[in-house]
């Protein structure tokens, strides 16, 4: 078999081309071909990327070819290729990363030791992106930073020609193609502080979905590492729904078991760039993180109205959160939590011997400690807690209790399903609820051999009508649903206001939601950070 491989005409792209080839030979024993492709990036050599609409003008051409079925497989510089994958393609195999780190060159003429970077005063620097003229930009606001089209020997021609004084290009190009730079002061950034393009210096290999003879070879050669990586960064860089002209930088290492991102967006607008870094053992959710502050200081949600039916006081930190990122925030609360719970059943409850309390929802969180404090009573030394939902753990904490047990999803069927592997031993468990929650989880763990004591702290009950306020001269863009009863009582006050995106929160919701033939998105997680997401999507 001779896999047929497309690539781009320039002296770089030939050499990666080239380099897979020698792989597949290596460590597959398949010979290939090159198939040379033109792209539309290529017969726009000299226009300006920001003159040029759509994106992947490195890459349709060869996408297109691949899908015409006259070359087998793509190499591409992953960073120049689309997040929106071309229906009935894929990549199947990333390369081992190359130095992801942007390199200064520049002039000797120019070169002044005493200034960072070592250039002189209102230097001219060359660059195509959008990412490296910002990051130069706030670094030497004195420099002119101006438009560089051409491949990599046609810049660093110009740059030796001095019709400027430096150039900012990747370092994994100008290493690939082993260039002599001796004549040029060479300055190499760091790489979490002058951020790089998301995957840069990995290579993506890109087959037909549906060509399993040729994904199987293809994927002999990917390198794990940079696979984790380079979908944390472009994930990053699909959720910011940019391309080529996004001034962004997204760069993933590992540190320890985990990861580290650092990353870079300036919005183009004049206002100041922004900055993340944080660190984490998921680098899908670092990247999921810094896209969340990056809208939250631009403030994305800004002249929009948000709906609220979360009950209060539960609403005035998800209302504030909102609230940052520019929303106008409706408080709504279509039902009222009212403690039901008598002060000696509680303390027979308490003087008990659990093994577990367990809470499924952030009502009986904040009912249970709130009553136990107006008691005085102490929570029982030895008893661990567990809770269904991000939400309901976030709010143990914030009682100041510590959290024992968290399942991954927010079910009872994954509560039951990973309790059983928590606990070898049937358990008993304490389960302070609504008088109106369903029996779905105690059900599961009784069904799994455990003892399983209720009690029933608070009602839920409809909102006063006269307590609202007025909805119907409000052009509402969201309305949120935490729970079946607030979508409930919401219908039996008044319709839903039209154009409104429903969010809906938990399945439960989403059943109720489902049933009364609305239509709605669920967030992920019982968090207002999934919810925000959801608004931005």
Known sequence: MKIRIGSRGSDLALWQARHVQSLLKERTGTDSEIVVIRTKGDHLEHVSFNQIEG???FTREIEEALLAETIDLAVHSLKDLPTETAPGLEVAAFSEREDPRDMLLIHPDVFDPTMNPPLRKGARIGTSSNRRKKQMENRRPDAEVVELRGNVPTRVRKLREHQLDAVIMAHAGLKRLNLDLSFFHKVLFDPEEFIPN???GILGLQVRSKDDITKAIVR????????NVARAERGLLARMQGGC????GAYVRRNG????????WDELNGRPSHLFEAEGPDADDLARRAYYAFMKAARKLK????????PEPQAGDWMREIESFGARVISYPTIRIVPTIDRETLRTALGRNYDWFLFTSTNAVDVFFAAIRDLGLAFPEGVRTAAIGRATGDAILRAGHRLDFLPGKATGADLAAEWADLSKRPNTVLLPCGSRADTAVEDRLRSGGHTVHRVNLYDTLPAKVESLPPLE???VDYLVFASPSAFENFQSIRSIPPGARIISIGPKTSRRIREAGVEFVEAEEQTIESIILKMLS
């Open 257 to 264: 078991a985990g990861y580290r991102l650092n990353a870079f």
């Open 55 to 57: 994106k992947g003008f």
């Open 198 to 200: 998301p995957a840069q």
């Open 220 to 227: 002999k050669l990917n390198d794990s590492l940079s696979e």
């Open 245 to 248: 002209q996004l001034a962004l």
């Open 473 to 475: 001269s409000v052009p």
């Open 303 to 310: 002249e929009k109205t948000v709906v609220l039916t979360r």
